[in-house]
């Protein structure tokens, strides 16, 4: 059974940074996509950045020059380093994979950017 489990989400000050972690087991599981999304109180489910399998990475307008994704395939993990944090940030973010067509989530964690 594939698992998708999220860490390193919490309170931060508005310019402070966050780096989320997402490890996939078992260690067998590969997945062509991982990416990152983000859902805000009241509004829907948006992608935050992409690493699709030999093409290039994407990233939301919003997070463009802020957000790094990166992604280490021994550890099959792939990670989220936030930097500049805004209050617009403050929302669950959850981590996506997909392998042979088919697309799995972590639980999510929360991101709360708050003086």
């Known amino acids: 059974q594939v698992q998708l489990v999220e860490s390193g989400g919490g309170l931060v000050q508005p310019g402070g940074s966050l780096r989320l972690s997402c490890a996939a087991s078992?260690?067998?599981?590969?997945?062509?996509?991982m990416a990152w999304y983000r859902q805000a109180p009241g509004k829907q489910r948006e992608l935050v950045a992409g690493?699709?399998?030999?093409?290039?990475?994407n990233y939301a307008d919003s997070v463009k020059g802020r957000f790094t994704i990166s992604r280490d395939n021994a550890k099959n993990t792939v990670y989220l380093q936030m930097n500049n944090l805004q209050p617009d940030d403050t929302a669950v973010y959850y981590c996506?994979?997909?392998?042979?067509?088919?697309?799995?989530w972590g639980q999510g964690t929360q991101v709360t950017v708050s003086s």
């Open positions: 078992p260690s067998t599981f590969s997945a062509n996509t």
């Open positions: 996506n994979a997909v392998s042979v067509g088919v697309r799995y």
């Open positions: 690493m699709p399998s030999g093409r290039n990475i």
